[in-house]
């Protein structure tokens, strides 16, 4: 049971380059998360698929894209790389039902745009 | 909107004294509200929660206070140790969606 991973653990690209962070958990979770973290910031919310099929707007969208491709993946896509987005990127998951509400979230990935 | 304030932003105290996170949310219907630690690199680790129909909560050393009416709650850690220095967040579950609003976050320093 290796619960959230996150691919890759760290990345540099240039201006305008387009990537994706791939995510994935082997809890069976209903709910994913994908979280950017700058100091001073804390966590904020860049998008959220509540269930298999659906995926919402968090609070900084701009720039990002995303698909949940099954019940276990949930990948981010930045499709023109700016030095803003440079961050590091947390996935989360959780049960969401049953009222479990905890979430559980990978190592990290660390991006670099220049 | 929603929006989650948290006080202080640093925190020194000596080891063994008490150590309080406070944070304060906009949404009144919130039902759930967790703590997270964070050392360096590594990813935020829930260390204590408590939802909206419990007052008080505690692990230990660890306690968390909710105060429905003022919207705010708490993190107490008492007898501080070395290993308790981390970046805390509290985080706010939003009633009726699957959003948590997190606190910016407070870098606690314990001295030995």
């Known amino acids: 049971n290796a619960g959230v991973t996150q691919t890759p653990k760290f990345q540099v690209l240039k201006t305008g380059q387009s990537m994706t962070l791939q995510c994935a958990q082997d809890?069976?979770?209903?709910?994913m998360y994908w979280y950017r973290q700058d100091p001073g910031m804390g966590l904020r919310l860049i998008y959220y698929?509540?269930?298999?099929?659906?995926?919402d707007k968090g609070e900084v969208p701009n720039g990002y894209n995303v698909s949940r491709l099954n019940k276990r993946e949930f990948s981010l896509r930045l499709e023109s790389a700016a030095p803003s987005q440079t961050s590091v990127y947390f996935c989360?998951?959780?049960?969401?039902?049953?009222?479990?509400?905890?979430?559980?979230f990978g190592p990290g990935t660390r991006l670099l745009v220049l | 909107g929603e929006n989650v304030e948290q006080h202080p932003s640093t925190l020194s105290v000596q080891e063994g004294d008490s150590a309080v996170i406070k944070c304060t949310y906009s949404?009144?219907?919130?039902?759930?509200f967790p703590w997270y630690k964070q050392e360096l690199g590594k990813r935020p680790q829930l260390i204590i929660d408590?939802?909206?129909?419990?007052g008080e909560k505690k692990d230990q050393r660890i306690a968390v206070t909710l105060n429905k009416t003022a919207k705010h709650f708490s993190l107490h850690i008492t007898e501080t140790q070395p290993e308790d220095s981390a970046v805390y967040f509290c985080?706010?579950?939003?009633?009726?969606?699957?959003?948590?609003?997190f606190g910016t976050g407070t870098r606690l320093k314990v001295l030995a």
């Open positions: 989360a998951s959780r049960v969401a039902t049953g009222g479990e509400e905890t979430q559980y």
């Open positions: 809890m069976n979770h209903n709910s």
């Open positions: 698929s509540a269930s298999e099929g659906t995926t």
């Open positions: 949404d009144s219907a919130s039902n759930y």
């Open positions: 408590i939802r909206s129909n419990v």
């Open positions: 985080a706010a579950l939003f009633a009726g969606t699957y959003k948590y609003i």
